[in-house]
């Protein structure tokens, strides 16, 4: 495998600091929130900084695109429109700044018993199939994330790439949410590897998306690993809930484990 390894930035951090703490225990990139602080209003201002820090280090960058207050599968056409919109200005941003890939949730916040399942999934897959390519015509890898409960999650995202050239961003928390366990959740890697381009590292203890530092947890990443080809290249995002320096130290240590473990075992 060739792998970079990054973490999603939370809120709270400061952007500048993050880059500062991937580089002082050796993630390869950020992955940064773009919501709130890191929402295309605030942070452009800031955009002249975050490219100087990223080059100071040595740092690459991915984005996570908003998904609060946006709505791509809106039944309401001009709610539709305007995400799209929006979620192209932030695709706009991502590429101003250098960024590689893009995470887009393929959800929809549309009233599920006044609108039709089909609908609501045909509108979110033409926003997808429309996003990706506005992202590869800027040099940017959109990888749609799978949701739990929303209407592309593990047990029906096949959909999504059978009607898209989409990557997949595989978030292991949510699949447990699913009622994946880890040879559920290999199952799924043996069957997707060819479309999965980026990975959400997401530890939990049970059937809930807990966000926990990456080994605080029961995901048995090593045995994920093993279960990609041995020439499949890709990101790993640890997604942890926290400001923790020592906890993003931690993480990474783990990954690094289960990385040359699995490797020995293959």
């Known amino acids: 495998m060739q792998v970079d390894t990054g973490f999603v930035t939370q809120l709270g951090m400061d952007h500048r ?6 580089a002082t225990h050796g993630y390869d990139y950020v992955e940064l929130m773009m919501d709130g602080a890191g929402s295309r209003e605030r942070l452009a201002p800031e955009a002249d900084g975050l490219r100087d820090a ?57 009233w599920t018993h006044a609108h039709d399942d089909a609908v609501v999934g045909d509108a979110i897959v033409e926003s997808i199939d429309h ?14 994330e799978n ?27 949510h699949a447990r949410v699913d009622g994946r366990d880890d040879g559920g959740i290999a199952a799924f890697v043996d069957d997707h ?8 590292l997401n530890d939990v203890r049970g059937g ?23 020439d499949w290249e890709g990101t790993l995002s640890a997604e942890v809930f926290t400001l923790s320096e020592t906890y993003l ?14 490797e020995v075992e293959q």
């Not at 990223?54 to 056409?77: E, I, K, N, Y």
């Not at 590897?193 to 959400?200: E, F, G, P």
Request: contains cysteine; hydrophobic residues 40%; negative net charge.
């Open 17 to 22: 600091e993050a880059v500062a703490a991937a």
């Open 208 to 230: 809930s998306d807990e966000h926990l530092p990456v080994g605080a947890g029961f995901v048995d990443f090593e045995r994920l690993f093993r279960a990609f080809p041995d």
């Open 54 to 110: 990223l080059a100071d280090h040595g740092v690459g960058l991915t984005v996570h695109l908003p998904f609060r207050g946006v709505d791509p599968g809106s039944p309401f056409q001009a709610v539709r429109s305007g995400s799209v919109a929006e979620l192209e200005a932030h695709v706009d941003l991502a590429t101003d700044l250098g960024a590689r890939k893009a995470t887009v949730h393929p959800t929809s916040n549309a």
């Open 249 to 262: 130290g931690h993480s990474i240590a783990h990954i690094d484990d289960c990385l040359a473990a699995a």
């Open 193 to 200: 590897a060819n479309r999965i381009s980026h990975l959400h």
């Open 131 to 144: 996003l990706d390519g506005y992202a590869a015509d800027r040099g940017v890898e959109l990888v749609a």
């Open 147 to 173: 949701v739990p409960k929303g209407r592309f999650d593990t047990n029906r995202i096949d959909e999504l790439l059978d009607r898209t050239d989409v990557s997949l961003c595989l978030d292991t928390g």
